[in-house]
């Protein structure tokens, strides 16, 4: 009797032993085909751009292809929602950003949950937002823009690329701390932006830091304050609002995006490579001529980014009752 429990027991652990080992192998043999990043957004946008520079660098590091595959509509949900529900093996990835975790806070019934329906794979980049105004504006300094809201909490408005944006959010934080309840008006990007700003239509815009630093260094408007504290190349001269208003910092993250359930061993070897290319100082260069700064985070504190981060998107749509474009 003991010794056919004994040999059960060696049996069972030889099964658990071989599936254990099963993934691991597959996992080191990663990856032995191409590998898709999806982007939500077409060619040539920032996010697309982004996954462009690291798709381009990858493969010296990993042995295959990544090549990017735009798949456009809802704001990236269709692409968020493909990545999704695609076999965790390593070879669907998301080129994700901020805007996917305010979407699901805005429209609740989307198909997936940031959070939940994949595995954080890296952080990679940020995106500096910018202040603009026009140069007859009364404020020219973040203490004096601060001040401009508190006397003025109604005389303004202020123009973003859309409801539900870090943009838009993030000038919400901004009424919020001053006291005021100046006009949101929703752009379809900086290009729309810009020019009214310069041409007296509309007061205040909030744009990408080189959109708003190429009309600056022209002349055209007065880059005011950046909304986060990182430096990017180019637009050192520019202060953060954060010497107006201590330890505000507001910046959309770019990240890659992984399948829930993909195995440890593969997302580790992913995060890996895209921390080896992130710190070449060639990616640093093509970073800072996109309008980004790179921003490495390992899939751990990646996704406790992401939650803290949705948590803090929340509260402010909460409290500023912000709700989607036709809700």
């Known amino acids: 009797m003991k010794a056919r429990q004994a040999i059960r027991a060696a049996v069972a652990l030889g099964l658990a032993g071989a599936l254990l080992a099963a993934p691991m192998a597959w996992a080191q043999k990663y990856p032995d085909k191409p590998i898709r990043l999806v982007v939500g957004y077409s060619a040539g946008g920032g996010v697309d751009a982004a996954a462009r520079l690291l798709s381009a660098r990858l493969p010296a590091i ?28 390593g070879y669907t990835l998301m080129m994700g950003e901020s805007a996917l975790l305010i979407a699901k806070l805005l429209q609740p019934k989307i198909p997936i949950d940031p959070l939940t329906s994949f595995k954080p794979v890296a952080g990679a980049f940020i995106a500096p937002l910018m202040i603009v105004t026009g140069n007859d504006f ?59 700003v310069i041409g007296g239509q509309i007061p205040i815009g909030v744009v990408s830091a080189t959109a708003g630093m190429a009309q600056a260094k022209a002349g055209k408007l007065r880059a005011l304050a950046l909304m986060n504290t990182a430096k990017l190349e180019g637009v050192e001269s520019v202060p953060p609002l954060a010497d107006a208003l201590p330890g505000f910092d507001v910046a959309p993250r770019i990240f890659v995006l992984a399948p829930a359930g993909t195995p440890n061993e593969i997302v580790e070897k992913l995060s890996s490579a895209i921390k080896a290319v992130l710190e070449t100082p060639e990616a640093g260069t093509a970073a800072a001529a996109l309008g980004t700064l790179r ?33």
């Open 295 to 327: 921003a490495y985070v390992a899939p751990a504190q990646l996704g406790k980014d992401m939650a803290d981060e949705t948590a803090r998107w929340k509260r402010i749509i909460s409290e500023q009752r912000i709700v989607a474009e036709g809700g």
């Open 62 to 89: 990993l042995g295959q292809q990544v090549m990017v595959e735009n798949r456009t509509g809802a704001t990236g949900i269709i692409a968020a929602d493909f990545v999704a529900k695609a076999p965790p093996d």
């Open 138 to 196: 009364p404020a020219k300094t973040p203490a004096e823009l601060v001040a401009q809201l508190k006397a003025h909490p109604t005389s303004y408005s202020f123009g973003t690329s859309g409801v539900g944006t870090v943009q838009h959010l993030g000038f919400e934080m901004l009424k919020q701390a001053t006291g005021s309840s100046v006009v949101h008006v929703p752009y379809r990007g900086a290009a729309q932006i810009v020019p009214d």
